[in-house]
């Protein structure tokens, strides 16, 4: 008697730890979407600020059901394409499930983002443009209407008549390349007394290349200039260094691009005169978004405007403003 029941308590125990173990369907019914998200950098508040909006976005379309999960990595300067090529290349091997990048370059990135579309990678493009076609969608602010507003402030301020400058950022930079551009055509259409004297220097990556290039432009054309515009926060924190340096700042009219609180606090002291301010944090969370919607099937459009907004001396202090200025960085970069 011993042996048969012996048999029957084994096969009882085996019974109950089956139905109390998850099936391997249940332990694996949770799925999970890797989402890599590429910046040109990572230092400048700018990118910071997309960061911010990513993990909001991630945190927000994480369910009982489905986990997002958010990898975040840049190249560690913002003219080093060929690492930011290799995080693409990298992450494409990986095998996550989406990418959502700012590409350096217009044109050198095109390679491997439609190579990791072959890998079954898709990629939301965000910031500057991508000359492909085989990417999900353009989520960035409408640059060339940023350039535009710059150069309605600038008329503005100098009556229609002046002399002024333009440093640019960096070739291949397709959102600075549209700024520059949109200054460019706005002032020409709308004020013909205005004239741009120089526009073919650059500032390059970083706030250092950026003040080293607005020093020689100052040496040279800093007696004559009634204005000048600087498409970026690199450029704009490096021009107005160089213009403090020289005790110039103030007494020409500045309008930059992008936010930082340098820039805030030169506005007060009015030796900014205007800076253009998109949404990054707005932009790091509809990306994400967006990604995360293409993979559940949903439709998606081809291309999001996440907003653009002069910001003066004059309606510095309004609230809506001030979200702008101040995104809720902290809440998420912890």
Known sequence: MRKPIVLLFVVATLASFACTRPSGNEASAKKKLTIAVIPKGTTHEFWKSIHAGSIKAARELSTPEAEVEL???????????????QVVEGFSSQGVNGI????????????P??????????T?????ALESGQIVSFVATDN?????????????????????????YQEGSASTQDREDGFVEELKAKYPGIELISSDQYAGATRDTAKRASENLLNRYGDEIQGIFT?????TAGMLLALQDIGKAGKVTFIGF?????FTEAMRKKQLHGIVVQSPFNMGYLGVRT????LQGKPIEKRIDTGVTIVTPDNLDAAEIQTLLHPPIDQYLK
């Open 100 to 111: 959502v990048l700012a590409p350096l370059d217009n044109r050198a990135l095109v390679r």
């Open 231 to 235: 498409p970026n926060e690199s450029s």
């Open 71 to 85: 990898i975040w990595k840049g190249p560690l300067r913002e003219d080093d394409r060929e690492q930011q090529i």
């Open 291 to 294: 990604m995360v919607e293409h």
């Open 144 to 168: 060339r209407k940023g350039g535009m507003l710059a150069a309605e402030r600038m008329g503005q301020l100098l009556n229609g008549k002046g002399k002024v400058l333009l440093l640019r």
């Open 113 to 122: 983002v439609e190579e990791a579309k072959r890998a079954g990678v898709p």
């Open 124 to 128: 939301v493009i965000i910031d500057s």
């Open 258 to 262: 992008d936010t930082s609180e340098a």
